[in-house]
């Protein structure tokens, strides 16, 4: 415990004596600041865009609800109570606000958020083409570009350990005390273990009072979300804890300060850059995704020779087999057209639904094959067990799709069987209208645990090859 002491009352006053440490550390604090006031911004435009839809959708339903009592005499007055009760106007004009709202994590990971839509306004028509109708260019993509808190411990942190570490046991023997410290006592690895254990306490103060900054400035509350602050919080430091064992490893082959600190830039290269883009180009040849597929699908189209009756009336005659239900007395008496194009969009939706599956199968495939190459990349691993905790990552968003999904079939049962049975919506019909509620997918503990646990794994491995090779080398 004396040696313990007096190693560190020695890094401590090394430390505060250099400025350029120190300069380090502040500038890496002001850096966390920035991402977390980035992280905060970027979701608050989320939020205030997500709540214009949402006020949007309230003022619809108000409009609507004054147009039950409109005055039809007037040319305005007979268009609104037309929008609101006449169900040919109003099973593909009333919109309703479906949306993805970020969480209190997502400000500190925004992962797909950038890259993906997070709300609709939603109709009873056609849901691939409203889904759609944004390009789907490379869903597979992270948002690494983003400045977050996460993009900070994944890529900033690792350099900040580099540049404090490097030197710990080859300075020493730069200046020609290695022998003055082989000749103590205890042994030489006790001292390059204490000494980084030194800077792992800095590092680790560091990135804990981020995160608690991150933590207050999202308003996160203990009591309802602590198991998700402890598992980022153990996140980062199992992280951080490899880069620390990776650097043991390396300063015990007892190599010159020029030499680690070049290996430790190529190390962090190969990992954080080398190694991604290589596997994002294997999967990509491998397992190439093409978004053109679905370009047919975003662009909007009707019945052929619409203006021909007969037409309409065999597209509602193939939808009927399917819902015989709707098949009401005098269906083809009024308003086919809208019938007619009612039915066509549910048909051409189940004929794109083959397309769309296998695009969404195609994406899910790709993302199982980069979580496969986890274990020998922690970077990318850490990076996808944060996206995970702050649900931003590509599952979430599949998970978000499905329940859009699953409410525009409930528009379609809302109004389909009072437009075939030619009924008008009533002021009741509003207010039992369907609407949507979505609770973010649950989390995969035994993703975080997997990959927890594999880190921990990493991190001991190199130790005990960083303890078999100083013994050897010194």
Not at 289 to 302: D, E, K, Q, Y
């Amino acid at each position: 415990m004396s040696l313990l002491t007096h190693i560190f009352k020695y890094e401590w006053l090394n430390f505060i004596r250099n400025r350029f440490q120190l300069t380090m550390l502040v500038v890496v604090f002001l850096l966390g600041c920035y991402s977390i006031y980035y992280g905060h911004q970027e979701m608050e435009k989320q939020r205030a865009a997500i709540a214009v839809v949402i006020k949007q959708a309230q003022q619809e339903r108000q409009d609507q609800i004054k147009g039950f009592f409109a005055d039809t005499t007037s040319v305005d007055g007979k268009k609104a109570w037309q929008r609101s009760t006449v169900t040919r106007f109003a099973w593909n004009k009333q919109f309703y606000a479906t949306a993805f709202e970020p969480g209190g994590f997502a400000s500190m990971a925004t992962g797909q958020r950038d890259l993906q839509p997070y709300y609709y306004k939603l109709t009873a028509m056609s849901i691939f083409y409203q889904l759609f109708q944004n390009e789907i260019a490379n869903p597979q993509k992270l948002a690494v570009g983003n400045f977050d808190l996460s993009f900070l411990f994944v890529y900033i942190f690792p350099l900040l350990i580099i540049a404090l570490c490097y030197s710990v046991l080859s300075g020493d023997k730069d200046r020609g005390l290695i022998n003055l410290l082989k000749s103590q006592s205890c042994a030489l690895h006790h001292v390059v273990l204490f000494r980084l254990l030194f800077y792992f306490l800095i590092v680790v103060g560091l990135a804990s009072g981020l995160c608690v900054i991150s933590f207050v400035a999202n308003h996160l509350e203990p009591t309802g979300q602590l198991i998700l602050m402890l598992s980022w919080i153990g996140i980062v430091f199992a992280y951080l804890m490899f880069w620390f064992a990776a650097l043991f490893l390396l300063i015990s082959f007892n190599k010159t300060s020029t030499f680690n600190a070049m290996v430790g830039i190529s190390i962090w290269l190969l990992l954080l850059i080398a190694l991604p883009a290589s596997l994002n180009i294997a999967i990509s040849v491998t397992k190439p995704l093409n978004s053109a597929v679905l370009s047919g699908i975003s662009r909007r189209t009707g019945v052929i020779n619409e203006e021909n009756d007969e037409n309409q009336k065999k597209v509602v005659r193939e939808y009927l087999l399917q819902h015989p239900e709707l098949n009401f007395k005098g269906l083809f008496d009024q308003n086919l057209s809208a019938k007619g194009f009612a039915a066509y969009t549910e048909l051409n939706d189940q004929k794109s639904a083959k397309l769309v599956e296998q695009f969404q199968r195609r994406i899910i495939e790709r993302e199982r094959s980069a979580r496969l190459f986890d274990p020998i990349n922690p970077a990318v691993s850490t990076q996808a067990m944060l996206d995970h905790i702050a649900g931003v990552d590509l599952l979430a968003f599949q998970y978000f799709y499905a329940e859009v999904k699953s409410f525009h079939g409930s528009l379609v049962a809302f109004y389909y069987p009072k437009l075939f049975s030619d009924k008008n919506l009533t002021l009741t019909d509003l207010k039992t209208a369907p609407r949507f509620t979505f609770s973010p997918r649950q989390i995969d503990k035994g993703f975080l645990l997997r990959g927890f646990g594999l880190m921990l794994i990493g991190v001991s491995v190199l130790l005990l090859l960083g303890l078999k090779n100083i013994k050897s080398k010194t």
